[in-house]
């Protein structure tokens, strides 16, 4: 079943632009994973960087979740974040659009 995630990103003060430049490779690694349906960043108007994932299995998330990609990630942003990532997991529901819609 298809596995949607946010996670929720809270610069240090003034290094929004910084954390965005460094999120760029750990984003281009993970786009060629298995199973990697959308991984993309967006700006959030109160300041935090939202990454919005879609996942083709749970296993796939899961696979990404302990891979090079997420480690080489939060390597390049150690030292950008306030406070820990907020990870929040979905299951599409199919009220309002077909299952799986993103």
Known sequence: MTVVVTAIFH?????KDRLIAAMQ???EAVHDEAGCE???IHDAE???VTMIEKW?????L?????GNAVAVLNADID????????????????????AGAL
């Open 25 to 27: 490779r750990g984003i």
């Open 79 to 98: 030292g950008l974040l306030s406070r820990p990532v907020q990870v929040t997991l979905m299951t599409p529901i199919a009220i309002g659009g077909s």
């Open 56 to 60: 083709t299995t749970a296993a796939d």
């Open 11 to 15: 610069p240090v003060e003034g290094a």
């Open 62 to 66: 899961e696979a990404h979740s302990v």
């Open 46 to 48: 109160d300041g935090t």
């Open 38 to 40: 959308l991984y993309a």
